[in-house]
């Protein structure tokens, strides 16, 4: 009876969690269908490389698409030197008991509760209005030059709101590695930095990776941190300098679906916009699962 019974309860849970797999599955295939049934159509060439005209309801989405490019890039050189660290220092280096790296896994914890909104908020009052003045007065500038919105602002802002990503991820990817390779190192005479430099990261190295484009992947999606950062309602020119405004996909987007005075006209590049936001997400997330299994097929064949 007993033996019967935690069979049942194991078939219901494997049934509840199969269900659950596939409702989810079948809402993201839907989602798809609809984006691509919509926009594809209208995905081109002209459509990549042209800018916005007519009231963007005709042109293309380049200034958009380079705009993400060029903020995404510029947040990565920013989260990932500070978050490799600050996780290296958690996991290598803090003892267990210290206040400091509880005060900072405290932090990261909060980090990533934070409404992105906040993190917009943030970015404008700190980066813009208290550096972006501050760099004003010392430099002589009588005219807003770093004290305005900028892709340089909206970078800093998006590493801030990836750094919890990149944090945990390296942590994590630091804890896989076998704490018998440190001890060997070590016994061999090798220094503790020695040891991190030439055992642990290279080891650590895929999941690193993966954390850093999963971080891309999700800060080329935010739209609220960058509206008072640094993202442009219209916008055709390509920022030239750092304090220069952008367009974003994410942002042009929103505008699409909001603020066009032909909705029925704007509707297939909202759809195509849409579609190519999806794919260069899609993208970054597959060139993620590429590097770790060939730094992991690396490491392997090291071995």
Not at 173 to 190: C, M
Not at 215 to 241: K, M, N, Q, W
Request: aromatic fraction near 8%; proline fraction near 5%.
């Amino acid at each position: 009876m007993k033996h019967a019974t935690r069979k049942v309860v194991g078939l219901s849970l494997v049934s509840l969690t199969g269900l659950a797999a596939f409702v989810m599955v079948a809402m993201l295939a839907l989602i798809l269908l609809d984006v691509v049934r919509g926009g594809w159509s209208h995905v081109s060439w002209q459509f990549l490389s042209q800018a916005p005209s007519d009231g963007m309801m005709g042109g293309g989405i380049f200034p958009a698409l380079f705009g993400t490019a060029a903020l995404t890039l510029l947040m990565t050189l920013a989260v990932m030197p500070v978050g490799v660290l600050t996780a290296v220092y958690l996991h290598e280096y803090a003892r267990p008991s210290s206040l400091l790296a509880r005060a900072v896994r405290v932090a990261v914890a909060n980090l990533a509760g934070v409404p992105s909104i906040v993190f917009g908020l943030f970015g404008l009052g700190f980066f813009i209005l208290f550096v972006g003045k501050g760099l004003d007065h010392a430099l002589g500038y009588e005219e807003l030059h770093w004290a305005q919105p900028g892709i340089l602002w909206a970078s800093l802002t998006l590493a801030v709101l990836t750094l919890p990503v990149v944090i945990v991820s390296t942590e994590e990817a630091l804890r896989a590695v076998p704490q018998e390779q440190r001890t060997a190192s070590l016994a061999l005479g090798a220094t503790q930095s020695q040891t991190l430099a030439r055992v642990v990261l290279p080891g650590a190295l895929p999941g690193i990776l993966t954390g850093a484009v999963l971080a891309v992947s999700r800060g080329a999606g935010e739209v609220a941190p960058i509206l008072f950062t640094g993202a442009a309602y219209f916008l055709p020119d390509l920022p030239t300098s750092l304090n220069s405004q952008f367009m974003h996909l994410g942002y042009h987007t929103y505008v699409l679906a909001t603020q066009s005075p032909d909705v029925e006209a704007t509707r297939p590049l909202l759809y195509a916009t849409v579609l190519v936001l999806l794919l260069l997400t899609f993208a970054l997330n597959l060139v993620a699962v590429v590097i770790r299994t060939r730094t992991r097929r690396k490491a392997a064949a090291g071995h």
